[in-house]
């Protein structure tokens, strides 16, 4: 790949320069790069597999994609290390990238982790430990030369802390085993105790002997933590907290499929494989640190803790007692906030999925809780706040058995923003209130008059009940995005992930572009590089804010269009346009900017 302007002299101040990064082009270097590690892991080629694994190591485009990550999209991205070091701004982004570049990634000493902590469900403390930011960018470098090698070997069970997969892959593949007629009744729910604390060192460091960059794991797993300015050893454990841990926890936690006999058998069709079948009695869901074993019969079950005890010993693990059981299908389960159960009902057993007791109750407390910090506040803040909160729950149970859980929910939103109201005019009646707050719904989605409106600037509170129920289709048995043959497979099911995380009105705009932007005629589904709504008439030239006038473009292309064409000039001829959208893009896929 050839230099482009970020890395050399520029008159352009250092903001400008990292704006000016197209990332496009970046990501696609990447990739496919990651794409030729996996297709080399799959041949076998280990020799090749090394040689492409240091050039990612070493190339710019990995540390520039790396110090995004860490400095702009990932949630830490405000917190410090031991060091106190961080980059919010563009300035500290590029100084920190010309640091990292004159430096050796091999040489680099690696500092102790900060220890902080996070309540977890039972009221217990989960340990945290956050790196420096030259160690997450570090981090995520190694994982981005590791990961696509281990995705040729993972098992296809293994749903946690998986580039597209996820919860719903692992709820899905547990519907699919124990749905009616199935004889899989007995399941033995299982959860490490502190797995990520106690995982085994060298049995980390024996499973990824032969990556180049193996002793810089090795450094990062033995610096240490710093707790309440006190310096402690880490003998056992990957620290929470890293973006190298959930990686290597996959790696170390492999191998579970081997110990219990679990074997496939191909399913063919005209001479084609299809799919594959589970021949073996016992079926594994793996997510992270928990796991479910499914059953033929109690015997079965019960000996899954004598068969795992070698599988335990080797990792330095043992089972939570608390939280390891053995059920029936009948008392049903909870997994990932979500309740597995065999139901009987007048059509025969069934099989149903739904929100967990302890999600809901948590969920409901969220709520509460956020209403009663804006107390003060006027409606508009409310409803910015909620809504946000409300789709993401709602979103979460929409692939499952979860309509009279949203009513559930309405009910009691309705009863927290009434209060809200009650508080903030103790003086007015409920009539009041009523005739003033509450309105019919303006979009059309529904005939309920009882919707929490802004009166200022007319918006309103979503209800979770709109949300529709969308079935989730289970991931192909071993598919990952590093196999270049499956790019139309993840291209259609990221469009399908779009819609189930995107408002309405972006959802039918995306539809009607064919989910690409209309500038670059790229795909938006991706939500890494941003995605704006663009006025094809500005509104200062008598355009509207109708769907016939807008369309989703990517951040880049939006910027890159008003620089061409700004508001305040004439507005362009299609021809024009088109010429525009021709230069724009050249230059994503141009080197040089």
Known sequence: MRKTSIYRKSTLSPNAQWKLIDWFHINKYVERLQQRIYCAECLGNKRKVR????????????????????????????????????????????????????GDIGKHKAKPSHRTYIKKKNGKLRPLSIPTIRDRIYQ???????????????EPISYGFRPKRGCYD????????????SRKRWIFEGDFKGCFDNLNHDYIMEQIKGFPYSNMIGKWIKAGYVDNGVFNETEFGSGQGSIVSPLLANIALMGMEDILGIKYKPVKNNGKIVSYTNVAKYTLVFYADDFVVMCNNREDAEDVYELLKPYLDKRGLELSKEKTRVVTIDEGFNFLGLNVRMYQTCQGEKLLIKPSKESIKKSKETISTEIQKLK?????????????????????????????????????????????LKYLHPKKSKTWIINRYYKPDIAGQSKNKW????????????????????????????ATPYDSSLKGYFSSRDEKEFNRNCIKSKQKMAKIQ???????????????????????????????RKYNNLQ??????????????????????????????????????????
């Open 140 to 154: 995520n470098i190694i994982k981005g030369a590791l990961e696509p090698q281990w995705e040729a070997r993972f």
């Open 376 to 420: 003060g506040k006027n409606v508009g803040a409310v409803i910015n706040k909620i809504n946000p909160i409300i789709t993401g729950i709602g979103n979460y149970w929409s692939a499952w058995v979860a309509k009279h859980t949203y009513s559930y929910m309405d009910h009691h939103i309705w009863w927290c923003t009434f209060r809200f």
């Open 51 to 102: 040689n492409l694994q240091r050039i990612l190591v070493r190339s710019k485009a990995m540390m520039l994609i790396s110090i995004k990550r860490v400095t702009q999209i990932n949630k830490g991205k405000k917190t410090a290390g031991v060091d106190g070091e961080i980059a919010l701004t563009n300035k500290e982004r590029l100084k920190l990238f010309n640091d990292l570049s004159e």
């Open 451 to 478: 919707i929490l409106t802004d009166p200022k600037e007319n918006k309103q509170l979503t209800k979770m009940s709109w949300i529709p129920i969308v079935r989730h289709r289970l991931i192909k048995f071993r």
């Open 514 to 544: 064919n989910y690409k932007c209309p500038i670059c005629n790229k795909s938006i589904t991706d939500f890494t590089e941003g995605l704006e709504v663009q006025e094809k008439v500005p509104g200062i030239h008598g355009g509207t």
């Open 170 to 181: 692992a709820i899905t593949r547990i519907f699919l085993s124990c749905h009616s007629g």
């Open 552 to 593: 989703l473009v990517h951040r880049y292309c939006n910027k890159q269009y008003y620089k061409i064409f700004p508001l305040k000039g004439e507005l362009p001829t299609k021809q024009q346009k088109q010429k525009g959208y021709k230069i724009i893009r050249q230059l994503r896929l141009a080197e040089i900017l």
